[in-house]
């Protein structure tokens, strides 16, 4: 993994408040941040050669949801290790659980508790965590 000021993430969701918002706060953090507006963009844009260290993505999204979206990543990536953070808006027991058995790094609840997000995203660039 690259060091915090030049880690890429990858912020997929449907809401581009959501994505502007999550980009300044990252970038203002020292990330390299590319955006795209659902899974089909982000897996597209991963067929295209964008490396990226961490993806952060919804989970209700149109065409493709976030649990979708992570089996096909694992299709792409062949064990290339990008983390998976997802969020929710409509996160209980039962989707927390699917999407950790799914294989995301974390999830998170929206709103986000950023200071809690910027944390989790910091270990998700740790090589052995």
Same mark, same amino acid.
């Given at each position: 993994?690259? !060091?915090?000021?030049?880690?890429?993430?990858?912020?997929?969701d449907d809401?581009?408040?959501?994505?502007?918002?999550?980009?300044l706060?990252?970038?203002n953090e020292?990330?390299?941040?590319?955006?795209a507006?659902?899974g089909?963009?982000a897996?597209?844009?991963?067929?295209?050669?964008?490396h990226?260290?961490?993806?952060?993505?919804?989970?209700h999204?149109?065409?493709?949801?976030?649990?979708?979206f992570?089996?096909?990543? @694992?299709?792409?990536?062949?064990?290339?290790?990008?983390?998976?953070?997802?969020?929710?808006?409509?996160?209980?027991?039962?989707?927390?659980r699917?999407v950790?058995? @799914?294989?995301?790094?974390?999830?998170?609840?929206?709103?986000?508790?950023? !200071?809690?997000?910027?944390k989790?995203?910091s270990s998700?660039l740790?090589?052995?965590?």
């Open positions: 993994m690259r !060091p915090k000021q030049h880690a890429r993430i990858l912020l997929v809401d581009q408040a959501v994505r502007r918002s999550t980009r706060i990252l970038e020292g990330y390299d941040c590319r955006e507006d659902g089909v963009e897996l597209a844009l991963l067929d295209g050669g964008l990226v260290d961490v993806i952060v993505t919804d989970l999204m149109p065409h493709i949801n976030g649990l979708n992570m089996k096909a990543l @694992s299709y792409r990536v062949n064990g290339r290790g990008i983390r998976v953070i997802l969020i929710s808006g409509n996160l209980n027991r039962e989707i927390e699917q950790l058995e @799914s294989g995301a790094f974390a999830v998170f609840d929206k709103p986000l508790d950023y !200071p809690r997000f910027l989790t995203l998700a740790e090589p052995d965590s």
